[in-house]
């Protein structure tokens, strides 16, 4: 969604931009994508680290490589330490030196962290080569103010480290796009499951380190509570949580995917939880559309920022995330805050309707964001 938002709104400010990309994804209409061919025998679309992975990446360099001979880039804006890495050593390659802007989301060994924490051998690899990589680059861009301070300790420039935040495609939203049939049958199969009742939405990656085995346990606990509750209290009219009849809808994949199916199964809670499955992006405000409530499971230990959030705040949500700096700053007090997964069942109790919300929106627009990127490449093309 960040490249996809970022290369759209540069065009509209004049630059001509090309996307080197990966095999696995959907071209997307007016966006100039050059890919790797096809390759059968990797699958994985879920982030983090895997071997197959870095091997598609010294395929990606030759990509690049080529691109940047043919395309002759004033400026390569590289996504992530992969594609650091595939940046630099196929401008070397290529005895052409175009100015280098990496996006980065965390320190490398954080995300090694969150996604590979068993992968010891890549990790000390990697987060070694990184460190030394990262001041290769021209400019540092990071996606919120919990990072800056992490890279200003590795990185050695630190006049040249930018905050871009994850902006709002204001025109999603704005103008809904048409639903496939698959996909419009899909919602109407989601209407029949909620029964009308109230919907707490999330969207976003399948893993444990984005919070959602916790949502699912935290989840499991409310409606265990109703249904005592309900036997209990029902005849004095005090089950409160239960008459709110919550249900909770996931849309998303990631590597933990077939362990939450197992654990709803394993509970008992089909008709509580329902997964989506993949949702893509130019599909979001439909699903968000059906939503009384949306969640951002994200423990607040992470320097990451959320993207999601801002996707919710356009599509006009009540917001439930962790209470941490980055979250207050775009919510303000119109969100609903969690110090951990205990506050969950007090928060949807005092959610008495599913009203929309009108957040101030006016600072968080994509095209804002854009002109940020803008300007740094000016400079450094100016400066060359």
């Given at each position: 969604m960040r490249i996809y938002g970022g290369a759209k709104y540069l065009e509209k400010l004049g630059a001509e931009v090309k996307i080197c990309a990966y095999h696995s994804g959907d071209d997307i209409n007016g966006l100039d994508i050059e890919r790797l061919g096809k390759v059968d025998w990797y699958k994985r679309t879920a982030p983090g680290f895997?071997?197959?992975?870095?091997?598609?990446?010294?395929?990606?360099?030759?990509?690049?490589?080529?691109?940047?001979?043919?395309?002759?880039?004033?400026?390569?804006?590289?996504?992530?330490?992969?594609?650091?890495?595939?940046?630099?050593?196929?401008?070397?390659?290529?005895?052409?030196?175009?100015?280098?802007?990496?996006?980065?989301?965390?320190?490398?060994?954080?995300?090694?962290?969150?996604?590979?924490?068993?992968?010891?051998?890549?990790?000390?690899?990697?987060?070694?080569?990184?460190?030394?990589?990262?001041?290769?680059?021209?400019?540092?861009?990071?996606?919120?103010?919990?990072?800056?301070?992490?890279?200003?300790?590795?990185?050695?420039?630190?006049?040249?480290?930018?905050?871009?935040?994850?902006?709002?495609?204001?025109?999603?939203?704005?103008?809904?796009?048409?639903?496939?049939?698959?996909?419009?049958?899909?919602?109407e199969e989601i209407k029949k499951w909620s029964e009308g009742k109230k919907l707490l939405v999330y969207i976003g990656g399948l893993s444990d380190n984005k919070g959602v085995g916790e949502l699912l346990e935290a989840f499991k606990n409310i409606k265990k509570l109703g249904f005592e509750e309900s036997g209990a209290l029902a005849t004095e009219g005090k089950a409160e949580l239960w008459k709110k009849n919550w249900k909770l809808l996931i849309g998303g994949f990631g590597n933990d995917e077939e362990k939450y199916q197992r654990y709803v199964d394993e509970n008992n809670l089909k008709n509580s939880i329902l997964f989506a499955g993949r949702v893509k992006y130019f599909s979001l405000p439909a699903y968000l559309a059906l939503a009384s409530a949306a969640i951002d499971p994200k423990n607040g230990n992470s320097t990451e920022g959320s993207g999601k959030l801002v996707n919710l705040m356009a599509a006009g949500c009540p917001i439930i995330c962790f209470e941490k700096d980055f979250n207050r700053a775009r919510l303000g007090e119109k969100g609903y805050y969690m110090q951990n997964f205990n506050d969950l069942s007090g928060i949807l109790e005092r959610l008495q309707t599913s009203e929309k919300i009108h957040y101030d929106m006016k600072e968080l627009g994509e095209e804002k964001e854009a002109k940020k990127l803008f300007e740094i490449f000016s400079n450094l093309i100016k400066s060359k």
């Open positions: 895997s071997w197959g992975k870095f091997w598609l990446d010294v395929k990606l360099i030759f990509l690049c490589r080529r691109l940047i001979k043919e395309f002759r880039p004033d400026v390569i804006h590289a996504h992530m330490y992969e594609g650091l890495g595939v940046g630099y050593v196929a401008k070397r390659l290529t005895f052409r030196n175009p100015p280098v802007v990496v996006d980065v989301q965390a320190d490398l060994d954080e995300e090694f962290k969150n996604y590979n924490r068993k992968n010891f051998i890549a990790r000390r690899i990697f987060v070694w080569l990184s460190r030394r990589l990262i001041n290769r680059c021209n400019w540092l861009v990071v996606s919120s103010e919990n990072v800056k301070p992490q890279m200003e300790k590795l990185y050695r420039h630190k006049d040249r480290i930018s905050i871009v935040r994850d902006g709002i495609d204001l025109d999603l939203f704005k103008n809904i796009p048409r639903l496939t049939q698959e996909e419009q049958e899909k919602i």
